[in-house]
DNA sequence: GTAGGGTTAG
C-alpha cells in the first residue's frame, strides 16, 4: 500500500505522489474547455495553415466587425519602443550608475539572467554596487519569482556595509508581504526601519497594504491606513486601490462603490487605476449596465476612461458571449480617439477564435503581422492555444516556430501550451525535450499539466524523473496542484489517502480544495467519510461559506441523491455543515 | 532603484 502523501511537504510531495498512485482505471479523456465548433477548414491559406471560413451574419453577430478588423488595426499604438539591450551588453562606463541603467533595462524586460550576469560582473571587477544597485537585483529577483535568491542578496547587502534606505526597505516588506505572506516579519522590517532612522513612506506602507489585502486580510490593512496617519504619512489614490481590489474580489461592489465615494470626500480623488478595478469587479459580477453608467457619468464624475477602461470592458462582455455589444464598445473606444493597443487586439483575437474559428483567428494575426503590429507571445499563446484545446498539435507546432522565427520571445506559458499539446498527442518523450529549451523555466502551471497528462498516461516513472528536473525551490503547488492530485488519487479510488492528503495541507483546510474532495466522496457515497472530515474540520474552527453550501449540494443533485430515500443523506451532511456554520 | 488597473497556458 502506498505511503500517505502530506501536502505539508510540497513540493516534493508533487513527485512522491506520482509513485504512490500504482493503479489508474480509466484513461479519462481531457475535458475539453470548449465545445466550440470548427466550420470548414478544407482549403490551405499562404501559411500553409487553414483558410479561414467566410462567417454568415445569422451564425456570428460580430461578422460585420471582423470585415472591417484590419481598417481598425491601423489605429494600434505600437507600444514597445522602450530600449531593449542585447544580452551580453555592456555598460558605458564600469561605475555602479551605469550598471544600474543596464540591469534596470534588463529588468524591465523580464531578463533576470543578464540582471544576474551583470550583478556578477561588476562585484567581480571591484565595481562596489551601491544601494540602487542592490534593489534594482532585489526587485528583478521578486519580479521574477525569485523570493529565496532575493533574501539571500539582502543579507548580502547587509554583510557588504550598504545601508538599505527606504526604497530597499520596501523590497524587502513585499518579499516578506507579497510572497510569504509573513505579516510579522514584514510590519518587523518596518519597526526596524524607524529604529534606525529611516522612515517608512507611503510607498513602503503601501506594499504592506497591497499585501495584506491580497490575501483578504483587509481589516489588518485598514490598521496600517490609521499607523500612516498617526504618523503623518498620508496615504494616496494607490494606498486606497488595493482596498478596492480587495473588495472587488469578495463580491463586495457596494463596499467598493462606497470606498470611491469616500476617496472624493477625503481629498484623495479616485483616479483612472481605481475606477478600472471598479469596472473590473464591476463585469466579474455580471453588472455590465452599471458599467455602461460609470461610463457615461465619467466626465461629471472627473475621469477619463483609457484603453485599459475599455479593454477590461470588451474582453469581459465578450467572456460572458455579448460579442457584439464589445465590438460597438470598442468602436466608440475608437470614436473617442483612445488608440487600441496590444492588449485590445489580444482580447479580439480570442473573442475571433470563440465567435468564429481558430482559423479566422490566425488569419487577423497574419493581417496584425503583414500591417507591421507589434504582435508578442501573449497573441501567439492565444491563437496556440485554442489550436491545442481542438488537438491541432502540428499547427501548434508550426506556430511555435513562426514566432521564434520572428524573433518574438516564447514565454513560460508558450512552453506549457507546447507541453500540453505534445501530451495529449501522446508524444511524452519530445514533451521532455522542452525542458532543454533555451529560456525554459518551468512553473506551477508546468507541474499541473505533467503530473495530470503523465498521471493518465500511467508514467509514473517518468514522470518522476521529469519534475525531479524542475527547480522546485521557487514553485508552490495552488488550487489545480491539489484539485489534480485529489483527482488521480480518487480516481483510484483511494479516499482516505485523498482525505489525508488534502487533510495535510500546510495552509490548513483550503475550501475550495475540501469542496472538490467533498464532490469525490458524494460521488463514490463516502458519506459518513465525508462528515468525519467534516467534524475534524468543525474543531479546527472552519466556517462554512454559501459557496460551500451551493457545491455541495449541486454535487448530490448531480449524482441523484435528491430524489427517493437517498434525500436523508443530504440531510445528514447539510445539518452538520449549518452546526459548523 | 520601491506601491495600485486590462489580454494568453493547467
Known amino acids: 500500500m502506498a505511503a500517505c502523501i502530506s501536502s505539508s511537504q510540497l513540493p516534493t510531495a508533487i513527485r512522491s505522489a506520482t509513485a504512490t498512485l500504482d493503479l489508474f482505471i480509466n484513461a479519462i479523456c481531457l475535458r475539453s474547455r470548449s465545445r466550440r465548433s470548427l466550420r470548414g477548414h478544407s482549403t490551405i491559406s499562404n501559411s500553409g495553415l487553414p483558410a479561414a471560413t467566410v462567417v454568415s451574419s445569422e451564425e456570428a453577430p460580430a461578422s460585420d466587425f471582423l470585415s472591417r478588423f484590419s481598417d481598425i488595426l491601423k489605429n494600434f499604438r505600437n507600444e514597445s519602443h522602450e530600449y531593449i539591450p542585447e544580452p551580453g551588453a555592456k555598460p558605458l562606463e564600469s561605475d555602479p550608475f551605469h550598471y544600474n541603467l543596464l540591469m534596470k533595462a534588463f529588468s524591465r524586460a523580464g531578463n533576470i539572467d543578464e540582471v ?3 550583478f556578477r560582473e561588476m562585484k567581480e571587477s571591484k565595481c562596489d554596487p551601491n544601494v540602487l544597485c542592490y534593489t534594482t537585483v532585489l526587485d528583478a529577483l521578486l519580479a521574477a519569482n525569485r523570493p529565496k535568491e532575493a533574501e539571500k542578496v539582502f543579507d548580502e547587502m547587509i554583510d557588504s556595509g550598504v545601508t538599505p534606505d527606504a526604497a530597499s526597505f520596501t523590497v524587502l516588506v513585499k ?5 510569504l505572506k509573513k505579516f510579522d516579519s514584514a510590519n518587523e522590517v518596518i519597526r526596524w526601519m524607524i529604529r534606525s532612522g529611516c522612515d517608512p513612506d507611503v510607498v513602503t506602507y503601501t506594499t504592506l497594504i497591497a ?12 490598521d496600517v491606513v490609521d499607523q500612516m496617519l498617526q504618523g503623518k504619512c498620508a496615504p494616496n489614490a494607490h494606498s486606497y486601490t488595493p482596498f478596492l481590489q480587495a473588495y472587488c474580489a469578495q463580491g463586495k ?3 467598493a462603490i462606497r470606498l470611491i465615494e469616500s476617496m472624493r470626500s477625503i481629498g484623495c480623488p479616485p483616479d483612472v487605476v481605481a475606477y478600472n478595478i471598479l469596472v473590473n ?5 455580471g453588472y455590465f449596465d452599471e458599467v455602461a453608467l460609470l461610463l457615461q457619468n465619467s466626465v461629471s464624475d472627473g475621469w ?3 484603453a485599459v477602461t475599455y479593454n477590461t470592458y470588451i474582453s469581459e462582455l465578450c467572456k460572458v458571449g455579448k460579442a457584439d455589444i464589445a465590438y460597438k464598445q470598442l468602436n466608440i473606444m475608437l470614436g473617442k480617439k483612445i488608440c487600441p493597443t496590444i492588449v485590445t487586439l489580444n482580447i479580439v483575437l480570442d473573442s ?4 468564429s474559428s481558430v482559423w479566422e483567428g490566425n488569419h487577423h494575426l497574419e493581417t496584425s503581422l503583414e500591417l507591421g503590429l507589434d504582435v508578442d507571445a501573449v497573441s501567439y499563446n492565444t491563437i496556440m492555444s485554442r489550436l491545442c484545446e481542438i488537438g491541432r498539435l502540428s499547427w501548434v507546432l508550426k506556430l511555435f516556430n513562426d514566432m521564434v522565427k520572428k524573433g518574438i520571445n516564447p514565454n513560460t506559458e508558450t512552453f506549457n501550451i507546447v507541453i500540453h499539446s505534445l501530451c495529449k498527442a501522446g508524444k511524452l518523450r519530445k514533451a521532455k525535450c522542452i525542458f532543454t ?3 525554459f523555466v518551468a512553473d506551477i502551471v508546468t507541474c499541473n499539466i505533467l503530473i495530470h497528462e503523465f498521471h493518465m498516461a500511467r508514467k509514473f516513472g517518468e514522470l518522476h524523473n521529469l519534475l525531479s528536473e524542475i527547480d522546485m525551490e521557487n514553485i508552490r503547488p495552488d488550487l489545480v496542484t491539489y484539485n489534480t492530485i485529489v483527482d488521480s488519487l480518487c480516481r483510484n479510488r483511494k479516499f482516505l489517502e485523498a482525505i489525508d492528503f488534502v487533510r495535510s495541507a500546510d495552509v490548513g483546510y483550503q475550501s475550495q480544495a475540501v469542496a472538490h474532495l467533498s464532490y469525490w466522496l458524494i460521488r463514490h457515497r463516502k458519506i459518513s467519510e465525508l462528515i468525519s472530515l467534516f467534524n475534524e474540520m468543525s474543531e479546527q474552527g472552519l466556517v462554512f461559506d454559501a459557496q460551500m453550501f451551493n457545491h455541495l449540494i449541486k454535487a448530490f443533485c448531480t449524482f441523484g441523491s435528491c430524489q427517493g430515500r437517498e434525500i436523508y443523506k443530504i440531510c445528514l451532511v447539510l445539518d452538520k455543515m449549518l452546526e459548523i456554520g
Open 116 to 118: 544576474l550576469r551583470l
Open 175 to 179: 518579499f516578506y508581504s507579497f510572497y
Open 211 to 222: 499585501g495584506l489585502c491580497k490575501a483578504g486580510l483587509v481589516e489588518d490593512a485598514w
Open 253 to 255: 461592489i457596494e463596499a
Open 281 to 285: 469587479g464591476l463585469c466579474k459580477h
Open 304 to 306: 477619463e476612461p483609457d
Open 352 to 355: 475571433i477564435c470563440q465567435e
Open 437 to 439: 529549451s533555451k529560456g
